[in-house]
């Protein structure tokens, strides 16, 4: 499920960053470089994750947990969640401007980059809402 889930994640960008960048719904010269970028940032994801975490995969870059891994009721379990998290959104953004922008240089890379960070806002908000109902609900 998670790999359907990061496809769509990468449609979404793609469709996004298209709007923004060229006003249409969805621009084949984009799809490329912002597949190219959610490889990558995926692939740092996984190795940080499994780096910090001994092996697990994903508990970092992209953290799917549930109630059973993070403690809701915990203030100290949340707050470590949290910073993981940020931290994610962080490299996450990183990676993809940068990648973004040298594969979409012609587009400005203000706009790149503006568009990048949008893209991924709208899309870890849906993305986790999503993932973390489901996950809160059904794994408790």
């Known amino acids: ?25 969805f621009n084949p010269r984009i799809l490329l470089p912002v597949s190219v970028s959610n490889i990558a940032s995926g692939l740092a994801g996984a190795f940080v994750s499994k780096t910090l975490n001994e092996g697990w995969m994903l508990v970092v870059w992209f ?28 490299g996450t953004l990183i ?23 949008i893209a991924n806002v709208i899309t870890y908000l849906v993305a986790c809402f999503i993932l973390y109902t489901y996950s809160f609900i059904f794994y408790n």
């Open 63 to 90: 953290p799917w947990v549930s109630s059973v891994e993070v403690n809701p009721d915990s203030t100290e379990s949340l707050a470590q969640f949290v910073v993981y998290f940020v931290a994610a959104f962080i």
């Open 95 to 117: 990676i993809e401007v940068l990648i973004n922008g040298l594969l979409m240089k012609s587009r400005g890379f203000k706009n790149v980059m503006r568009a990048t960070i």
């Open 1 to 25: 499920m998670g790999w359907i889930l990061m496809v769509l994640v990468v449609v979404a960008e793609v469709i996004i960053m298209s709007e923004i960048l060229s006003r249409r719904t």
